[in-house]
């Protein structure tokens, strides 16, 4: 199916193909930050024109409430 590039659709539909580089787990769409999220490495992919940047080093830590 296409879809249009950087589309909340788009991005949903191709979810299910990327996962995180570090844990290889699921990362869940933020759509207000737009960034893919990977709870378990507890970093944010940011999303930029469309693509996923799945480099480490690119991304931004995020904290839980829960961590210590």
């Known amino acids: 199916a296409s879809c ?4 909340e659709m788009c991005i949903r539909d191709r979810l ?3 996962v995180c580089p570090i844990t290889k787990s699921k990362l ?3 759509i207000k930050s737009n960034e893919l999220i990977s709870e378990k490495a507890g970093l944010a992919f940011p999303i930029i024109n ?3 940047i ?3 080093e ?3 830590s995020i ?3 829960n961590s210590k």
């Open 50 to 52: 469309g693509v996923p």
């Open 4 to 7: 249009l590039v950087g589309s």
């Open 63 to 65: 904290k839980s409430k």
């Open 16 to 18: 299910e193909l990327v």
């Open 58 to 60: 690119e991304a931004r």
């Open 28 to 30: 869940l769409y933020n």
């Open 54 to 56: 799945l480099i480490i």
